[in-house]
Structures are given as structure tokens and as C-alpha cells.
């Protein structure tokens, strides 16, 4: 099935540990982000690599920090992690461009203790 | 910056109703304009879309003209069914090359049978 697939589906942990999540498409897009859902369903980005570069950087927290070892994945690590790091994080995908929409993965949902 | 506004956070139809959920935007630029859905446990996908001025989006029966002068993209069905019950985001995809979509907060859509 050609998708974007994110590992875990779910991620409990307590404060101050470090955790990854993994993140992959087989679309062939060139442009993958991260995205932040809170409780309250809002998204918002936080990073965009486009062709394993950097091109959007939010103001995310330096403990967060994007690795994009070629276009097909992006990882996310999050050091010290804190009670407020407890959201649903979605991977997605999408061609260069305005027009085309994204690719969204089904979400990782992260409970930080 | 730019911005997109939905008024709504729920609305409770019945079924057969007919439906306006609310989406303005704000921004210098001149974007692309999306609604996508999310349904529960999964991640938000493409619903429909309008490129410029006075184009359509259509999708299984819901409709959004893009309308530049109102700065809006209201999101209309004529008749609803109980499996449209989702959440709905209105969001936009500014003119630079990074292409960053910027949502809206979502409009969880209950339809009552």
C-alpha cells in the first residue's frame, strides 16, 4: 500500500526520558513535516524537510529535533520530554508546491507521566 | 501573519439537514485553499480543494467556493448523512515555495440520526 506509516501508534513514557518516533512514505514525495495535534484538535506544524533539507523550523523547543536520512523518512526525537509534550504527533507528505494537499500518517500519540 | 478562522467548534445536525460550517482566512499571499477530515484514530485527510478566485472544491457532495472578496471558504452540503460525522478543517497553503499549510481550529461535525 503506498502511505505514510508512522511507528508507534502509541508511545507512553515518563518525564525526563528521551524517545523517537519514526516516520516513512513511499509516495515519492519530496517534502515531509511534523505536525502537533493538542487535546483540543488543533494542528500546527512544526518542522518541514524537503529533500533531506531543512526548510521550516517553528519555534520548537531545541529539545525537539528533526532527522531526515533521505526523502522517503523523517524522524522525530524528543530529549527530556515534559507533561506538555503529551499530544498526537502526524507525520505527512506532500509534491512541491502550494496545490497538491498533504499526505497525513495515522498519528502517534504520545502520554507523557 | 497568516491565519485561518473557523467559528464553529461543533455543530449538531440532523440527518437530511442541510449544512454551512464557517471558514475566513487572512494573508498577504495568494494561497490554495483546503477542508480536510479527520475521523477518530486516524489522520486528517484531503476533503477538497480550490486553487484560485471563484473555484469550486467538490467531494461527495460537500462544496466550497473560493471567494477572494469575502476572504472565505464555506464548507456546504444540501443533505447530510450520520457518516459524515467527523472534524473538519478549513486550512490554507500560503504562496511561498515551502508550500506550509496552516489549519484552522476544526469543526467537529455530529449528525443526529
Known amino acids: 500500500d503506498t502511505a505514510v506509516s508512522q511507528t508507534p501508534k502509541y508511545l507512553v513514557t515518563q518525564m525526563g526520558n528521551d524517545k523517537s518516533i519514526k516516520c516513512e512514505q513511499n509516495l515519492g514525495h519530496d517534502t515531509m513535516y511534523w505536525y502537533k495535534q493538542d487535546s483540543k484538535k488543533f494542528l500546527k506544524i512544526m518542522f518541514s524537510y524537503n529533500n533531506k533539507e531543512l526548510i521550516i523550523n517553528e519555534t520548537v523547543p531545541n529539545r525537539f529535533s528533526p532527522k531526515s536520512p533521505d526523502k522517503a523518512h523523517l524522524n522525530l526525537h524528543i530529549n527530556s520530554l515534559e507533561l506538555g509534550d503529551s499530544a498526537v504527533y502526524f507525520c505527512?507528505?506532500?509534491?512541491?508546491?502550494?496545490?497538491?494537499?498533504?499526505?497525513f500518517g495515522s498519528g502517534t500519540r504520545l502520554t507523557v507521566v | 501573519g497568516d491565519s485561518v478562522v473557523q467559528t464553529e467548534g461543533q455543530v449538531l445536525p440532523s440527518e437530511g439537514d442541510s449544512l454551512i460550517v464557517n471558514c475566513s482566512y487572512e494573508t498577504t499571499q495568494y494561497p490554495s485553499l483546503f477542508w480536510y477530515v479527520q475521523y477518530p484514530g486516524e489522520g486528517p485527510q484531503l476533503h477538497l480543494k480550490?486553487?484560485?478566485?471563484?473555484d469550486k472544491g467538490r467531494n461527495k457532495g460537500f462544496e466550497a467556493m473560493y471567494r477572494k472578496e469575502t476572504t472565505s471558504f464555506h464548507l456546504e452540503k444540501d443533505s447530510v448523512q450520520e457518516s459524515d460525522s467527523a472534524v473538519y478543517f478549513c486550512?490554507?497553503?500560503?504562496?511561498?515555495?515551502?508550500?506550509?499549510?496552516?489549519f484552522g481550529s476544526g469543526t467537529r461535525l455530529s449528525i443526529r440520526p
Open positions: 486550512a490554507l497553503s500560503e504562496g511561498s515555495s515551502a508550500s506550509k499549510i496552516i
Open positions: 480550490a486553487m484560485k478566485a471563484n
Open positions: 505527512a507528505s506532500s509534491l512541491p508546491g502550494q496545490s497538491y494537499g498533504y499526505t
